[in-house]
């Protein structure tokens, strides 16, 4: 339930905010924003919650929860508004609408916070109401960036019929709701109510919401992995493919020229058989083309059991953190985790180009093409972090970052080899030279392509593709 005209009223009556210095702001979540205020060598924290049924303002003892990453609003907030003077703080009329007239340095700046259940916003604005920014940016309605806010015409009581009630007839009511006569102010008795339903209630609606995900995650997840077992189950028969180019190579000189099929005795099972043939081909072309599926098959079938396993290791995952969301408690904290978990791949901020691994705690970075590499070498490297990248064939940087004090383990030099060989010209080959050294070692090729360089005391690789350690490595990346 959402808070009334008159009981904004009676709160702001009460709180006395003007005059007031703004120290911090904290935006737990995206629909609440707490300011940090202090006057007359006293602090107060205000609460603004926009959330539907539960939109209201007052102060709060509780303890704000600050979100694991800093979200965009009170970054903006923190950047306008932290350290300026609260002028004013006042209610439009009846609106469910808060002013707040604002004074940091020379800018004058009102923040109007509204209130209505379902189109709550907090947009920020210069002197003349063009708006900075907003909570939520709605283009439909003009709150965005540069857009022009226009309070509504403010009503009277009389125009409304509405009763204006006095500040004793809204504590009364608010005594009846919760009665306690050790909450002597309107603004503990608000903050004990919504502490003791609002959370229960944004609680029970944040766990209908994570169970459909996790309900709709779920069954992505089991079909995608029946559709995995479902292709595995057609490699079963991988070893007859190696059967059938034997029976060519054993029977192929009874061919005719232009025959489709070989008819012969299979000498496993003593009976006959007919194998399907390309005319256009040679005995041993056609054989080498049975061999060539016998091995993607066989191929196949491995990535697909990992495949199938890290699956099956995601749905775990996915179990225990649903039993973690209805576990816990404390409502922001469900809302930062169903956050972090149904946040699209595309929209998680990308720290850097090209993509990483952690291998026990080594960190590796791979660029793949010129750009990345560029990209790399001028701003995310440094001069003890190691280089590689493959002799005479072009392809992707790799780096292992450096640690104070550690040599690098064989195993890591061999996962960043594999890679770079991986990530190169000389994957088809699947073996090469790889050149080793650290970046303050490497200088630019005067005139040369983009990131292109030199090195100088470098080591030499001979390195074997290790499909093995390949995929262990693309297991710890899927997982991350």
Same mark, same amino acid.
């Given at each position: 339930?959402?808070?009334?005209?008159? *009981?904004?009223?009676?709160?702001?009556?009460?709180?006395?905010?003007? !005059?007031?210095?703004?120290?911090?702001?904290?935006?737990?979540?995206?629909?609440?924003?707490?300011?940090?205020?202090?006057?007359?060598?006293?602090?107060?924290?205000?609460?603004?919650?926009?959330?539907?049924?539960?939109?209201?303002?007052?102060?709060?003892?509780?303890?704000?929860?600050?979100?694991?990453?800093?979200?965009?609003?009170?970054?903006?907030?923190?950047?306008?508004?932290?350290?300026?003077?609260?002028?004013?703080?006042?209610?439009?009329?009846?609106?469910?609408?808060?002013?707040?007239?604002?004074?940091?340095?020379?800018?004058?700046?009102?923040?109007?916070?509204?209130?209505?259940?379902?189109?709550?916003?907090?947009?920020?604005?210069?002197?003349?109401?063009?708006?900075?920014?907003?909570?939520?940016?709605?283009?439909?309605?003009?709150?965005?960036?540069?857009?022009?806010?226009?309070?509504?015409?403010?009503?009277?009581?009389?125009?409304?019929?509405?009763?204006?009630?006095?500040?004793?007839?809204?504590?009364?009511?608010?005594?009846?709701?919760?009665?306690?006569?050790?909450?002597?102010?309107?603004?503990?008795?608000?903050?004990?109510?919504?502490?003791?339903?609002?959370?229960? =209630?944004?609680?029970?609606?944040?766990?209908?919401?994570?169970?459909?995900?996790?309900?709709?995650?779920?069954?992505?997840?089991?079909?995608?992995?029946?559709?995995?077992?479902?292709?595995?189950?057609?490699?079963?028969?991988?070893?007859?493919?190696?059967?059938?180019?034997?029976?060519?190579?054993?029977?192929?000189?009874?061919?005719?020229?232009?025959?489709?099929?070989?008819?012969?005795?299979?000498? *496993?099972? !003593? !009976?006959?058989?007919?194998?399907?043939?390309?005319?256009?081909?040679?005995?041993? *072309?056609?054989?080498?083309?049975?061999?060539?599926?016998?091995?993607?098959?066989?191929?196949?079938?491995?990535?697909?059991?990992?495949?199938?396993?890290?699956?099956?290791?995601?749905?775990?995952?996915?179990?225990?953190?649903? *039993?973690?969301?209805?576990?816990?408690?404390?409502?922001?904290?469900?809302?930062?985790?169903?956050?972090?978990?149904?946040?699209?791949?595309?929209? @998680? @901020?990308?720290?850097?180009?090209?993509?990483?691994?952690?291998?026990?705690?080594?960190?590796?970075?791979? !660029?793949?093409?010129?750009?990345?590499?560029?990209?790399? =070498?001028?701003?995310?490297?440094?001069?003890?972090?190691?280089?590689?990248?493959?002799?005479?064939?072009?392809?992707?940087?790799?780096?292992? @970052?450096?640690?104070?004090?550690?040599?690098?383990?064989?195993?890591?030099?061999l996962d960043a080899a594999n890679l770079a060989v991986y990530y190169s010209k000389a994957r088809k080959a699947g073996k090469a030279d790889v050149y080793c050294t650290e970046v303050k070692y490497l200088r630019r090729a005067k005139n040369g392509p983009k990131g292109t360089v030199l090195p100088t005391q470098e080591k030499n690789l001979y390195v074997e593709l290790d499909q093995a350690r390949l995929d262990k490595l693309d297991a710890l990346r899927q997982e991350e």
């Amino acid at each position: 339930m959402s808070l009334n005209c008159n *009981e904004i009223n009676a709160i702001l009556n009460e709180l006395d905010i003007s !005059g007031s210095f703004i120290q911090d702001i904290v935006q737990p979540g995206y629909d609440t924003i707490a300011l940090f205020t202090y006057k007359n060598a006293t602090s107060t924290t205000l609460l603004i919650c926009t959330a539907n049924d539960a939109c209201r303002i007052h102060s709060t003892t509780k303890k704000i929860t600050r979100n694991d990453k800093p979200l965009r609003f009170m970054e903006l907030l923190k950047s306008k508004i932290k350290g300026a003077r609260i002028d004013s703080c006042m209610q439009l009329g009846l609106e469910r609408i808060v002013a707040f007239t604002l004074s940091h340095g020379a800018e004058k700046l009102i923040m109007y916070v509204r209130l209505w259940s379902g189109a709550a916003n907090i947009i920020l604005c210069d002197e003349k109401n063009t708006i900075i920014d907003a909570l939520y940016r709605r283009p439909s309605k003009n709150e965005i960036s540069g857009g022009f806010f226009s309070p509504p015409e403010q009503t009277s009581a009389k125009q409304r019929d509405w009763h204006i009630r006095t500040f004793d007839d809204v504590q009364t009511e608010y005594s009846a709701r919760y009665p306690d006569a050790e909450l002597l102010s309107f603004n503990q008795k608000v903050d004990f109510w919504y502490g003791e339903h609002a959370s229960v =209630l944004s609680r029970e609606a944040l766990l209908l919401k994570a169970e459909k995900w996790y309900n709709t995650t779920k069954s992505k997840r089991e079909a995608a992995l029946e559709k995995l077992k479902a292709k595995l189950n057609s490699f079963e028969h991988a070893a007859q493919y190696k059967h059938q180019g034997d029976l060519i190579l054993t029977y192929g000189h009874t061919l005719s020229g232009n025959a489709h099929f070989l008819e012969c005795d299979d000498y *496993e099972t !003593g !009976g006959k058989v007919r194998i399907a043939i390309e005319p256009k081909k040679n005995v041993q *072309e056609n054989a080498a083309a049975y061999y060539a599926q016998y091995k993607k098959a066989q191929s196949g079938a491995k990535q697909l059991a990992r495949d199938i396993a890290l699956e099956e290791k995601k749905l775990a995952s996915l179990d225990a953190l649903y *039993e973690h969301i209805k576990n816990e408690a404390n409502p922001v904290k469900i809302e930062q985790l169903l956050r972090k978990s149904t946040m699209p791949v595309q929209q @998680k @901020k990308k720290t850097h180009p090209g993509i990483d691994y952690t291998v026990d705690d080594w960190y590796i970075l791979v !660029g793949r093409d010129a750009d990345e590499n560029d990209e790399l =070498l001028r701003h995310y490297v440094r001069g003890r972090d190691t280089w590689l990248h493959v002799r005479d064939f072009s392809g992707g940087y790799v780096f292992i @970052k450096n640690r104070q004090g550690k040599e690098i383990p064989r195993t890591i030099l061999l996962d960043a080899a594999n890679l770079a060989v991986y990530y190169s010209k000389a994957r088809k080959a699947g073996k090469a030279d790889v050149y080793c050294t650290e970046v303050k070692y490497l200088r630019r090729a005067k005139n040369g392509p983009k990131g292109t360089v030199l090195p100088t005391q470098e080591k030499n690789l001979y390195v074997e593709l290790d499909q093995a350690r390949l995929d262990k490595l693309d297991a710890l990346r899927q997982e991350e």
